[in-house]
């Protein structure tokens, strides 16, 4: 299916009145967070992830299997968020269908690129290193400085995948890749600028001020 004008990743969307995730943001999150996974395959079929996410909160699968299939259908795969890995056989079923299988997919590098910021996923550890093996040359650029602060500031590594995201979601950055992230720059973002301010002014600190900076934020935080 080709994207259309209104395809939109949901991930944070919230309500208005109450600030909470909605329900299509948490289903979607849910999805990439198993594709994320070292799920196998038939963990990843339609019904599979359907299955997963209704035991997680006790409910019927086939409740929310339609609900699954529109986002892949209509949202991740045209977004090429997630694409095919392949089919698996049936051994029941109409003839034709056993023929063709039921296919079981798997997140794009720009599915990574989302995952990275969604704080569900458990192993982003490896997805981090699994985003530069598929870099070019620009996005090489940036492993050296995000993978060492991903191991001293990981908090604030993935913070900065989530503003990235989170401004395609919000049509701030026309598409995910190449992933650059000068594109942040046009963007006003308040946090941002107060880390770096934070940064550049510890750095000016003698070594007793930077410890009774440490000894402030820790009272604080």
Same mark, same amino acid.
């Given at each position: 299916m080709k994207k259309g004008s209104d395809t939109k990743l949901s991930i944070f969307d919230t309500f208005k009145i109450k600030g909470e995730l909605t329900g299509e943001a948490n289903r979607q999150r849910a999805i990439i967070t198993i594709l994320a996974s070292n799920a196998?395959? %038939?963990? $990843? %079929? $339609?019904t599979g992830i359907s299955q997963t996410i209704a035991k997680r909160h006790g409910i019927a699968w086939k409740n929310i299997y339609s609900g699954i299939f529109r986002d892949l259908d209509e949202i991740l795969i045209p977004l090429e968020i997630a *694409?095919?890995?392949?089919?698996?056989?049936?051994?029941?079923?109409?003839?034709a269908l056993q023929e063709k299988g039921i296919p079981y997919y798997h997140l794009t590098k720009k599915g990574v690129l989302v995952a990275l910021s969604i704080s569900e996923v458990k192993n982003r550890e490896k997805l981090l290193e699994k985003i530069f093996s598929q870099s070019d040359s620009k996005e090489k650029e940036y492993e050296r400085i995000i993978k060492s602060l991903s191991e001293t500031s990981p908090n604030f590594t993935y913070s900065i995948f989530q503003k990235y995201v989170k401004a395609f979601c919000d049509n701030k950055i026309k598409d995910l890749?190449?992933?650059?992230?000068?594109?942040?720059?046009?963007?006003?973002?308040?946090?941002?600028?107060?880390?770096?301010?934070?940064? *550049?002014?510890?750095l000016?600190?003698?070594?007793?001020?930077?410890?009774?900076a440490i000894r402030f934020l820790n009272e604080i935080t």
């Open positions: 196998n395959p %038939t963990e $990843r %079929t $339609r *694409e095919e890995g392949g089919r698996l056989p049936l051994k029941r079923g109409p003839k890749l190449p992933f650059d992230l000068s594109k942040l720059k046009d963007i006003s973002d308040e946090s941002l600028i107060i880390q770096k301010e934070i940064l *550049e002014a510890f000016k600190l003698s070594k007793q001020d930077k410890e009774e």
